[in-house]
Structures are given as structure tokens and as C-alpha cells.
């Protein structure tokens, strides 16, 4: 099991250094001048190569690509210009390893910036997970130790509902009459513990946490009721029933312990997915988590700030495939490592 | 500056107005006097409380000689960057654009016909530590504009007008990090105890203007500045300093500086309230619908965000709601460019006959409505010194299809005559407007192929070899002078219209006349803004004359803020945004 853990450990990393050469040559290969970005709106085309060589934009990708790597290991400094460092060594800014680079739009280290914006997604996604978990799983079970009857019909039928509207339109639903119309929420705005306690966290994550939940508390729903509906006709069960377990004991240990198997797939999946931040729901809510910062930074070709994140959302997804991966065993004692 | 109609936020505007509930009843919009001001609530209000900033648009600096936005540029002139001399607190009309001492004894003086200017420093004028403001600390925030490859994005008149010999198209001064050309510079800013000296290489007529719209030559403390990593590092020289840090995407707090001395400001600041709290990256959705709920501190909201065309029913069928609205005259005016290197667009005929076929009222319908603008008259917007309606555009409103089709008839030209159309799409309003265009114009004989552009658009329609044969443009004036509308827009030799074969800079029509280059150029020499005025205006004459560009609208702002809020103003003063100069709240 060890072995497996560090080889796929060590997939992982190869495959994030691709993704970031992928991101690099996409971004160079647009047809949009990033250095344009940099420059106000009476820019000239003098300015325009001013600033692309301040920035480094005017090295090949490949050098470029090179030094972001070095950065990685080594730490960079910006802008890497001489004679600034010497005549005014205070307008250079220090990026200590892992440096993932310098955004000039945000005049601010792309590792402040996805520190920043990690935490909030982060919440977001967790609070989120906890509530389709355990009511997406416990309604699913609901419906299908009920199949046929009206908390099944109820169940999935509202779960096909809720699972047909766009996650913009329950943000904004929630935000704008839960919220602002009826006011039985405060307006919702992300404080950290370290400023507002646990209470104003909670409460200024219900909603956005809500709105991402119910997309996957529908899904999940018809997911787990179709996984153990699968496992109660299973063999294995009418035996346990032959043998007269109790109903509890049938459910708990043994459809459970099958069903769950590829729930915890899926779950660990999606919530990798999620970590990498939730763009419409931020955007509605206005929480300025990875989402909404990948957003900013794409529109703006705001090239290394692209590249962290993408590299920061891989690397939950590899995390999260390699957790899966490791919790499949744990469930399931016939799956075996070598 | 450019504006653009892209918006992220398609989805949402569909959604809201499905979840926009109606209501019943009338009622009143405080509207503008024509001018672009509007004044509502309270006249004058009570020092204390809290007031509430909701916006979506993050700053993208908040470094004065960067700054380039004219929300930004306002609001930072009113909270915590004083200049030299700025436009009053409560003024309308053209009184709002006139300059007033600020930092300075007077509102300048110059001599050499322009050509040099001198200003004085208040005595008691200081920063927010305490320290007196100096006369090295103007020189050296004007000058941190020279340091191009590190102060980026602000305007940069400054590096053209300056007395600095330029080298390659650019100065050979490069700002105060480097400080090669250093002796230049020294020599085109002097400083002399407490009066600064500037020499311009050419006649600077509206300075003043500049100072008072622009924060670039605002003063800058040199202990304080760490290049680009002083973004969003505010030292205040206010009525109000950052509390803690600015966060991008998030806002900030700004409180009372304790060392601005109110006897030494008479540009009528009122500083009314003990906190204002700027919250960026709210949809306009979201801010109107809190606006209009109107509860909890959202009483002492105020936005720069416009009225979304889906909750214009909600707002105007409910008059304690429209009772909190305003509809002034916004900064920007919308026009068209036909494309000189485009065949067909160099016949001045069709030119002539698609000015004619232009539907403005349409355009304005399809936009938003009578909300969203009016018909203009000119490229200039009505607010900017020395305004005059330009004859070639005062024709129907709704256009005159039969006299463009007998114009088109007479141009020899094979009808329909086959153009397209490239604009700013992306959204249900620009794709709408330019249908309403099109319809205009296929009647009078043309047949419109529209070309939206929903990605990058100024970028595009930059390049002069771009195939297309009418662009939509959209403009602000930098300061309340046609120095920086027509000048900028239209003069060849800026735009490298003809030089540079891979931009037009601004002059996207690819618009080249000597004849009004040379006006520009006489405009320029002009020691005193009427008479500069007056010489744009004869330029204007000459652009409408060639159908350079065909006026659509000036833009409106339509704006809500909360019941809480007195002495709530918007006027040219602050770009049409409202004036936290005289903002405050009800106790």
C-alpha cells in the first residue's frame, strides 16, 4: 500500500509539472498581448515593449517556463531588473519558494494571493460536503427503503427539481429572498474565525454552502438510493434476511458497506473539484475564494496567476483521487494494493 | 477612456428579472438639470455614523499616479488624496468643473502663454502621520509617473506635456527608481520652498483641469513608496485614512485622519461620516435589490452601479422606491466610426448616407430606454467646457431613411451596398442595439452584416487592417475639456494613423485630415481654455463634416441609494458618481 501511495505521489507531481507547460503555452498561444494589459489606456507601442520586457514576457516560453520552475524550488524576485534591485532595492518584491510567480495586475505574489483565496473556498466547500453527505445520503436511503411510497416520490422527485435548476439561479433565489426580502439570514459575508468567531463563519457560509449543497444533496440522493436498491437485491443480503439479521444489521453492515463504496468515489471526486473553488456561487455570494480569482484572472490574461491556480486546482484533484483511491481499501477489504 | 458593454453576468440579468417582483403605484426619479448633476435626500446632513459603498468593480489601483478609473479618480480626491486644486463640493452646473484652490494658495498661475505654471502649498497641509506636505513630495509623485515600466496603467499626459527630451518615443527621464535624466527632470519641475514650478514643451491651457480630474500630479511621500507593491498602499493627505488594508475584490475601511485640518480645505469636503466602508465585487443585482430593500445598514448604501433594465418595473411602480433614484448625465457618450481604410467607407457619400440612416432613438430603446440614455449631438459630451452641438448631427433622431437612400442612390455606388458592422456584443442590450442599427440602415439601402465581438474588442478594431466597415466606440473625457475627446480620438499623428502599421491607437476609424491636426494643433497653443475651446469646436465641425464619427447617445446614469443617506449629490464634479464630499447619514 505504501509503494502504491508514493508512486501515485509521484505521478501526481509529474503530471502537475505538464499541466503547468500546458497552461504556459496555451496562455502564449492566444492571441490577446498580456503586456497590453499592463499598460493604461494611452499606451504606446514603445510603452507596450517597455513593459514587456519588464514583465519578461519578451524571453521565450520556454526560458519563461524555466524560470517559474526555478521560482518553485528557489524563490524569485520581481521585477528581476539589476539595476531597480540596486538604485531602489525597496520596490522589489520577495517571492520565497514555492514561489508560483508575480501577478503585476495584482501587484501582489500569485502565493498570497491563492493563500488568501484558499481558506474561503476551502470553507465553502467543506461546509457544502458535510451537508449533501448527510442529507443527500440519508434521503437516499430514505427513498429506497421506501421505494414506491410517497417519501420516495417526494424525494426524488424533488431532488430531480432542484437538480434542474442552474447553481446561479439557487444562489441568487436564496440570496435575494432569503437574505434581502424576508431577511432570515444575515446578508451573507465571509469572516474568517480569526476575526469573527465560529458563529459569524457559520452563519456567513450558510447560504453559499447551501446553495452548492443543493445541486448535490439531489444528486446524491438518487445516487445512494440507486446504489443500495442495487445492494438490497444483492445475493448476499437475501441470505443475511434468510438468516433472520436484524433489519439494522442488514442495512449497517452489509448494504451500507457495499453502497458506500462508490458513493466515496464520487464524493471524494466532487469535493476535490470543489476545493479548487466554486466560481458561480462565489460570484453570486461575492467570496473572493480560487473560483472568483480564476475567473478574474483569465479575463485579464493574467498569466501567472492562471498558472497557480490551475496548478493549486490540479493538485486538489490528484489529492483527492489518491484519498479515494487509499479510502477504497479501507471500505472495501477486498480491494488489495500491490 | 474606453468603455465597454462586455458583462459577465448574462445569466444573472435573465434570472433577476424573472425573480423581480412588481408592485404597484407612481412615483418620482430625482433627475439630473441637464448637466449631469442631481442632488437628493437631505441637503446637509450630521457628522457620525457609517456610510456604505457597494460596487462591483474592483479598483484596480488606488496608487494616485495610477489611478485611471473616474470612480476611482473621485472618490479618491474626496476621502484621502487632496491635489493641488480640485472641483468643489456642491457645486452643479458648470460651477461643478470649475477648479478651486485645494492643497494650493490659488488655482495656479501661468505664464509664457501656457507654457509654464506655478502653484503654492497651503501652510498646515499634512499627512496622515502629521508631516507637512511639501513641495518635493509634488515633484516627486509626478514624477513617479516617468517610471513607466514600474508605475503602470495611469495616465501619462504628463510624459508629453513635460519640458523632458524624449529619446525612441519615449523620455529620457525614467522615473525616480532609476533616475537617468534626473537633471531633465529637475529642470522641467523646480521647487522653491513651497512653490512648485512646471514647464511644458508646449501650452497647457486647462492644467488646472488636469490636476483636478487626474490624480497624477498628486502629491507622493518618497518614505512610502515601494513601486508596484504600493498598489493599494494608501497614505493619506484626507479627510480619511485606510483602516488596516485594502483588500482586492473585497474593499476596505476608511476612518478619520486625525491630522487633516478642515480650516485648510475650501473645496467644501464636509466629511460627514466617521467610517465609510467600501464593499467591491457584488453584482448589480444583488446591490439594487439591496438597495431596494432598503433594511439594515443598507439604509446608508450608496452605488456606482446602474439600475439593471430588468428592475426598472420594480423601481418605478413603487414611489418610496423611485423616490431614492436619480438619472443624471454619465461621462460617456456612444458613437460610431465609419472605417476609412474600409472601399466602401472612403466614398464620403455613403458615409454621408449612413449618418442619415442612423436610428439614435432606436439604438436608445434597444439599449435600456430613456434610462439608459439620450440622443447626442456630438462626440463631446454636453458637460465638458465650451459645448456646442455639432451641426452635421442635428438631423431626426430617428434618422431619415428616404434622404439616405436618395444620398446612396447618388454615390454611385451598386445597391444594397454590403457593410459590416463590428461592436462590443456579448449582452441582450448591445445585441439588440446594434439589430435596432441594422434595420435603419438596411432600409436605406445597405445590407448589414453584424459582427459582435464578444472576447477582446479594442484590441481588434485596433488594427487597421481589421475588415470591417463600421465600429462602435464608446468615450469619456479625462478632464471636462474636448483637449481629451476629439485630440486623442482623432489626430493621425498621435494614433500613428498611416505610421504604425499595426495600431491605430485610438483613431480606430482610421480617420486622417491635416486640416484638423492642424486645428488640434492651434487648439493646443491656446493660452486659455475658451479660446481652446473654440478652436475644438471648429475641429468637431470639420469631424462631422466628414462623417468621422457618428454621435449615438450620452449615457445616463441611473442610480439608487438608501433612505438613511442626506445631502446624497452626483454631479460632472465626481464623473457622475455620487460625491462623497457631502455624503453623510441620518441620525
Keep these: ?338 | 477612456m474606453t468603455i465597454s458593454r462586455r458583462t459577465t453576468a448574462l445569466a444573472v440579468l435573465a434570472v433577476t428579472s424573472v425573480l423581480s417582483v412588481a408592485a404597484c403605484g407612481g412615483g418620482g426619479t430625482t433627475t439630473g438639470s441637464g448637466n449631469g448633476s442631481a442632488t437628493g435626500s437631505a441637503a446637509a446632513g450630521q457628522k457620525g455614523g457609517t456610510v456604505y459603498w457597494l460596487t462591483k468593480r474592483p479598483a484596480e489601483h488606488l496608487d494616485p499616479q495610477r489611478t485611471y478609473i473616474g470612480r476611482d479618480l473621485a472618490n479618491e480626491n474626496r476621502l484621502f488624496y487632496r491635489d493641488l486644486v480640485s472641483f468643489p463640493v456642491g457645486k452643479t452646473g458648470e460651477e461643478a468643473t470649475k477648479p478651486v484652490a485645494d492643497l494650493a494658495t490659488d488655482t495656479g498661475t501661468s505664464s509664457e502663454g501656457g507654457k509654464v505654471w506655478k502653484f503654492t502649498l497651503k501652510d498646515g497641509v499634512k499627512w496622515q502621520d502629521g508631516k507637512d506636505i511639501t513641495c518635493e513630495d509634488l515633484k516627486y509623485g509626478l514624477s513617479r509617473g516617468f517610471a513607466t515600466d514600474v508605475i503602470t496603467g495611469g495616465p501619462n499626459y504628463q510624459l508629453g506635456y513635460l519640458d523632458v527630451p524624449q529619446k525612441d518615443g519615449l523620455p529620457v527621464y525614467n522615473g525616480p527608481y532609476k533616475k537617468t535624466g534626473q537633471a531633465d527632470f529637475d529642470k522641467a519641475v523646480a521647487c522653491e520652498g513651497k512653490t512648485i514650478t512646471y514647464h511644458f514643451n508646449k501650452p497647457w491651457a486647462d492644467f488646472p483641469l488636469a490636476i483636478a480630474s487626474l490624480r497624477s500630479f498628486a502629491p507622493y511621500r518618497a518614505d512610502q513608496d515601494k513601486g508596484d507593491q504600493s498598489n493599494y498602499a494608501i497614505f493619506s493627505s484626507g479627510p480619511y485614512q485606510l483602516q488596516g488594508t485594502w483588500q482586492k475584490g473585497k474593499g476596505g475601511t476608511f476612518v478619520r485622519n486625525p491630522n487633516y485640518d478642515p480650516k485648510t480645505d475650501q473645496t467644501g469636503r464636509m466629511a460627514l461620516p466617521d467610517k465609510i466602508v467600501i464593499t467591491e465585487g457584488l453584482t448589480n443585482e444583488i446591490i439594487n435589490q439591496r438597495l431596494i430593500a432598503d433594511s439594515g445598514d443598507d439604509k446608508y448604501a450608496v452605488t456606482d452601479r446602474k439600475i439593471p433594465g430588468s428592475m426598472y418595473s420594480q423601481i418605478d411602480s413603487n414611489p418610496t422606491v423611485k423616490s431614492r433614484s436619480t438619472l443624471v448625465n454619465a461621462p460617456f457618450v456612444d458613437y460610431l466610426l465609419p472605417n476609412f481604410n474600409s472601399d466602401v467607407m472612403k466614398n464620403p457619400k455613403v458615409r454621408d448616407a449612413l449618418k442619415l440612416a442612423t436610428d439614435k432613438t432606436a439604438y436608445i430603446t434597444a439599449s435600456g430606454g430613456d434610462k439608459y440614455g439620450v440622443p447626442a449631438k456630438s462626440i463631446v459630451n454636453p458637460d465638458i467646457v465650451g459645448y456646442k452641438d455639432n451641426a452635421a448631427f442635428t438631423g431626426p433622431d430617428a434618422g431619415d431613411t428616404a434622404a439616405a437612400k436618395a444620398m446612396l442612390q447618388s454615390a454611385g455606388v451598386t445597391l444594397p451596398v454590403k457593410i459590416k458592422y463590428t461592436y462590443s456584443g456579448g449582452t441582450p442590450e448591445s445585441d439588440n442595439a446594434a439589430a435596432a442599427l441594422k434595420q435603419g440602415w438596411d432600409k436605406a439601402g445597405f445590407s448589414t452584416t453584424l459582427d459582435p465581438l464578444t472576447d477582446t474588442y479594442y484590441d481588434v478594431i485596433q488594427n487597421p487592417n481589421t475588415k470591417s466597415d463600421v465600429y462602435w466606440g464608446g468615450w469619456g473625457a479625462d478632464w471636462p475639456s474636448a483637449a481629451t475627446v476629439t485630440a486623442p480620438l482623432f489626430d493621425s499623428r498621435v494614433n500613428g494613423v498611416g505610421t504604425n502599421p499595426k495600431s491605430n491607437g485610438q483613431d480606430y476609424g482610421n480617420y486622417k485630415s491635416d486640416a484638423v491636426n492642424s486645428l488640434f494643433d492651434q487648439a493646443a497653443k491656446a493660452a486659455d481654455v475658451q479660446s481652446a475651446a473654440t478652436v475644438y469646436a471648429q475641429a468637431d465641425d470639420q469631424l462631422g463634416k466628414d462623417v468621422a464619427y457618428i454621435p449615438l447617445t450620452v449615457e445616463k446614469f441611473y442610480f439608487l441609494h438608501g433612505s438613511g443617506i442626506t445631502g446624497y449629490a452626483q454631479s460632472a464634479a465626481t464623473s457622475g458618481y455620487p460625491d462623497l464630499g457631502s455624503i453623510g447619514v441620518k441620525k
Design chain 1, 1 to 338: 500500500m505504501f509503494a502504491y501511495v508514493v508512486r501515485r505521489i509521484f505521478v501526481g507531481v509529474i503530471m502537475l509539472f505538464v499541466m503547468s507547460l500546458v497552461t504556459y503555452l496555451l496562455f502564449f498561444a492566444a492571441p490577446s498581448d498580456p503586456a497590453r494589459y499592463t499598460c493604461g489606456k494611452n499606451c504606446s507601442p514603445e510603452l507596450i515593449e517597455q513593459n514587456r520586457k519588464a514583465l519578461g514576457y519578451d524571453k521565450p516560453v520556454l526560458v519563461q517556463y524555466g524560470e517559474f520552475v526555478k521560482g518553485v524550488f528557489v524563490g524569485r524576485e520581481f521585477p528581476d531588473d539589476p539595476e531597480l534591485k540596486k538604485s531602489a532595492p525597496e520596490t522589489i518584491a520577495s517571492c520565497p519558494a514555492p514561489c508560483l510567480g508575480y501577478s503585476p495586475l495584482q501587484s501582489a505574489t500569485v502565493t498570497s494571493l491563492i493563500a488568501e483565496a484558499a481558506p474561503i473556498s476551502i470553507s465553502l466547500a467543506f461546509m457544502a460536503f458535510l451537508m449533501w453527505m448527510v442529507f443527500g445520503i440519508s434521503g437516499g436511503i430514505i427513498a429506497a427503503l421506501y421505494k414506491g411510497r410517497f417519501a420516495d416520490r417526494a424525494l426524488v422527485g424533488s431532488a430531480l427539481v432542484v437538480y434542474s435548476f442552474p447553481t446561479f439561479f439557487i444562489g441568487l433565489s436564496l440570496y435575494i429572498f432569503v437574505a434581502i426580502k424576508w431577511q432570515l439570514t444575515p446578508i451573507p459575508v465571509y469572516t474568517p474565525i480569526s476575526e469573527g468567531g465560529v458563529g459569524a463563519w457559520l452563519s456567513g457560509l450558510f447560504l453559499p454552502s447551501l446553495t452548492l449543497a443543493l445541486i448535490y444533496i439531489a444528486g446524491y440522493i438518487r445516487l445512494t438510493r440507486a446504489f443500495v436498491l442495487e445492494s438490497m437485491g444483492e445475493d448476499y443480503i437475501r441470505t443475511a434476511r434468510a438468516k433472520g439479521l436484524p433489519q439494522r444489521q442488514i442495512m449497517g453492515k452489509h448494504t451500507m458497506r457495499a453502497a458506500l463504496t462508490p458513493i466515496a468515489t464520487v464524493a471524494g471526486l466532487d469535493l476535490g473539484a470543489l476545493l479548487a473553488g466554486a466560481i458561480i456561487t462565489e460570484t453570486v455570494f461575492n467570496y473572493n475564494g480560487l473560483g472568483k480569482l480564476a475567473v478574474q484572472a483569465a479575463t485579464t490574461y493574467d498569466l501567472p496567476t492562471t498558472v497557480g491556480i490551475v496548478l493549486v486546482a490540479a493538485a486538489f484533484i490528484i489529492t483527492a483521487n489518491i484519498i479515494v483511491d487509499v479510502l477504497y481499501a479501507v471500505i472495501d477489504p477486498r480491494v488489495k494494493y500491490s
